[in-house]
Structures are given as C-alpha cells and as structure tokens.
C-alpha cells in the first residue's frame, strides 16, 4: 500500500521556486461506464501551489505529478474539519449547559469558528511549510 497520494496535473506558471500545477480531482465513480448517466460522478479542476520546489526544466504546459503523503492529508483533515467539528461541539455543549438556550448555544458554537479560521489564516505560511505538496516529473 502506497502512503502518497498522487494526482497528475499540468504545469500553469512558474515563478520562483514556486509552481502552479492544474489537476483535476474526480471522484471515485467517475470512472465508472455509466459515470455519464449518474449524478453522483463527478470532477473539478484545481489550482495547487508547489512551495520549495527544483522548477530547472519545468515550464507552462509540462505534465507532472503532485504528491502529498498520506500524514500530510490526514493533518490537513484534521485541522480543516476535525478540529473546527470539536470547538462546535464543545461550544454548543458548554453554552447549553450554562445558559440552557439551544439558540444562543448554536449561534456560539458557530460564532466560534471564527476566531478558529482566523488563527488558521494567521498562520497560514507556517502551515503551508507543514503541509507541503511535492512534484515528480
């Protein structure tokens, strides 16, 4: 069992040590023979930013292949969901117990993402370091 995930994707700019790769994620029915007459396939094209990277040889157009491991995807899970789902929980649960308002205990639970996003995007570089995309060619 491989612990990477690997999408294939085109080269869209080059700038530094930085690369912009175009993937397109599909789901796991997409593939199927009659994807074409089911809602439920589905893809989207991505924009992925490539931090730290060799770009020598890399231009516009190339194919390649970005990939994260497996631990990579888990945290980013973990702090994008996970994480927001417990602060909502303990929130709701909290206020609830306190004041015994299910309105109030909802609109704080969902008022405490707030601060959670804001801290997310406050520290942004340091997790773009953390959770970093890697090219193959």
Do not use: W
Not at 63 to 71: C, G
């Amino acid at each position: 069992m491989s612990n990477k995930i690997k999408h294939s994707g085109v080269v869209e700019n080059v700038v530094g040590d930085s690369v912009q790769v175009r993937i397109v994620q599909t789901s796991a029915c997409a593939a199927c023979k009659v994807a074409g007459y089911c809602n439920a396939s589905e893809s989207k094209e991505k924009l992925v930013d490539v931090y730290h990277c060799d770009v020598r040889g890399l231009k516009v157009g190339d194919a390649v292949t970005v990939t994260a491991s497996t631990q990579v995807a888990a945290h980013a899970l973990l702090m994008g969901f996970g994480l927001p789902f417990v602060v909502m929980v303990v929130v709701l649960y909290a206020v609830l117990q306190l004041t015994g308002r299910e309105g109030l205990a909802a609109l704080s639970s969902l008022a405490a993402l707030v601060p959670y996003y804001g801290v997310l995007f406050l520290f942004r570089n340091r997790l773009r370091e953390k959770l970093a995309f890697s090219i193959e060619q």
